[in-house]
């Protein structure tokens, strides 16, 4: 096994070196380097501790005994490939099918959310004999070449000779920042009658849709909630055009939202997806992921005559793997966790959002990077996504306590009260001053919050970076759950 002999600039000479430039790191000015990590906790070199609220693949928590042990078990007695029979496969493919509504019954495992999406473009292409696709806009759904292509948060940063006509962008149901706002008599409704206009000029192109791909809350693309009722509209007109629905549940999966075990199930029982992927956490960090179907989505891709075989997915190791994450889950209760932690952790925090003009909503960009760098310094490690890097995510491992949010709550507190020392974001020159917004009786801050001294207020606000708050209480009155 390899042991960590190089000091930090050998190492990350040597990934100059080796590794493509494109191939990116955390805190690129002074990138860390993690030896060790347990829990929701990360170790450095030198044996600094680091609260994880970046890493949403350990999903049980790094290194769990349990899924350790059932990998290396398994190994030590067999590690061969699907064409075989074998317990594992046939049983970790019902008690993941136990978890979906009916009628998702049938499992493809492959290795990453990004193959498992590119499957499912498959699957739906064979059925439906279509070639269209809507995609949100900002989304993110994996690396390979047929997903970027359905990657605005990718294909953005590409000419518009490269845009496939195939693919169409609606709006992101977005309430806060996005084309129909809360203040809207029906958000749900006007953002699924932009998906109804799509498949319309796509049809007088002669293009005919064969699948709406959303993940369920939109996590690169600003963690998006979508009203609810959105996807069963969206199902509906899709499926009219004889199309199917394919739900990401590669980032919120497996319990994350809490109330539920998949993403796609906060919007109710009467919206089932076509297609379901998983990925990052299904393995712990281990590579896997997987495709659940209908029975008769999995007939017409079997009638191209074509055998499905991948040469690692579903191999007897990461089955175990598999069932070893599921077994924690229940037996520790995470979902459970994740409802109570989330909430407490809402209750004290809310979801950040930077923004520089609380009336144009002006993205904070640069100041949010300077809140993760010194929150970095605080031994806290967050990340900041969205189209425009001003969201703050917050994704640890399940195992995240009352505690830990505490501690976040805490650290986040005296970066925004400006108390903290730490490093700035490189070539970052604060033209905001950092504070976090007062909430009001409720324990609300709302971003149209009406005062009298409203206007003095907005004038004050002028130059300042602002943090909108919106809490779990607030996201119940839309019945829409958030949990970070």
């Excluded at 191209?304 to 069932?323: D, H, R």
């Excluded at 700035?424 to 950092?434: A, E, K, N, T, V």
Aim: hydrophobic share 35%; proline share 5%.
């Amino acid at each position: 096994m390899a042991t960590e002999c190089l000091d930090k600039k050998q190492t990350i000479d040597l990934r100059k070196k080796f590794i493509g430039p494109s191939c990116k790191v955390f805190f690129s000015h002074d990138p860390l380097k993690i030896v060790r990590a347990r829990g929701q906790y990360m170790y450095d070199e030198n044996g600094q501790q680091y609260l994880d609220c970046i890493n949403n693949v350990a999903h049980v928590g790094h290194s769990h005994p349990t899924v350790v042990r059932a990998g290396t078990q398994q190994m030590e007695l067999l590690n061969t490939n699907s064409r075989f029979l074998h317990d594992n496969l046939v049983l970790y493919a019902e008690r993941l099918q136990a978890t979906l509504p009916d009628p998702l019954s049938v499992c493809y495992f492959v290795n990453s959310g990004s193959e498992a999406n590119d499957l499912a473009l498959r699957l739906a292409w064979q059925y439906t004999g279509h070639r269209d696709v809507i995609t949100l806009n900002n989304a993110y759904h994996g690396h390979v070449s047929s997903l970027i292509d359905i990657s605005p948060y990718k294909f953005h940063q590409l000419s518009d000779d490269e845009h496939k006509q195939s693919v169409h962008v609606a709006p992101s149901p977005d309430v806060y920042r996005g084309k129909f706002r809360a203040d809207h008599p029906d958000p749900a409704l006007a953002y699924s009658d932009e998906v109804r206009d799509i498949i319309t000029r796509a049809h007088k192109r002669g293009g005919k849709i064969a699948a709406f791909i959303a993940e369920s809350l939109q996590s690169c693309g600003g963690q998006v909630v979508p009203p609810a009722g959105y996807f069963q509209k969206v199902a509906a007109h899709v499926r009219a055009a004889g199309g199917v629905v394919i739900a990401d549940e590669v980032q919120v999966g497996f319990g994350r939202v809490g109330s539920h075990f998949w993403g796609f199930q906060l919007q109710g029982e009467d919206f089932v997806p076509d297609i379901v992927t998983m990925g990052k956490p299904i393995g712990n960090g281990h590579p896997m992921s997987c495709v659940v179907t209908t029975r008769e989505v999995a007939q017409a891709f079997m009638a191209a005559g074509m055998e499905y075989f991948n040469t690692f997915g579903g191999n007897p190791v990461s089955c175990a793997i598999g069932l070893a994450v599921l077994d924690v889950i229940q037996n520790e209760d995470l979902q459970g966790n994740a409802l109570r932690v989330g909430a407490h952790l809402s209750r004290l925090l809310g979801l950040f959002v930077g923004v520089r003009d609380r009336v144009k909503l002006t993205p904070a960009t640069a100041e949010a990077q300077e809140v993760i760098y010194k929150l970095k310094e605080q031994h806290v490690l967050l990340s900041a996504d969205g189209p425009h890097r001003n969201v703050l995510k917050i994704k640890p491992p399940m195992c995240f306590s009352r505690e830990d949010a505490e501690r976040v709550v805490e650290k986040i507190h005296l970066v925004l009260s400006g108390r903290a020392a730490g490093a700035q974001s490189p070539g970052h020159r604060p033209r905001h001053r950092l504070e976090s917004v007062p909430k009001n009786r409720d324990g609300v801050k709302h971003e149209h919050a009406q005062s009298g001294s409203s206007g003095k207020r907005e004038e004050q606000e002028q130059g300042r970076l602002v943090w909108r708050l919106v809490t779990l209480q607030d996201l119940l009155k839309r019945q829409i759950h958030y949990v970070c």
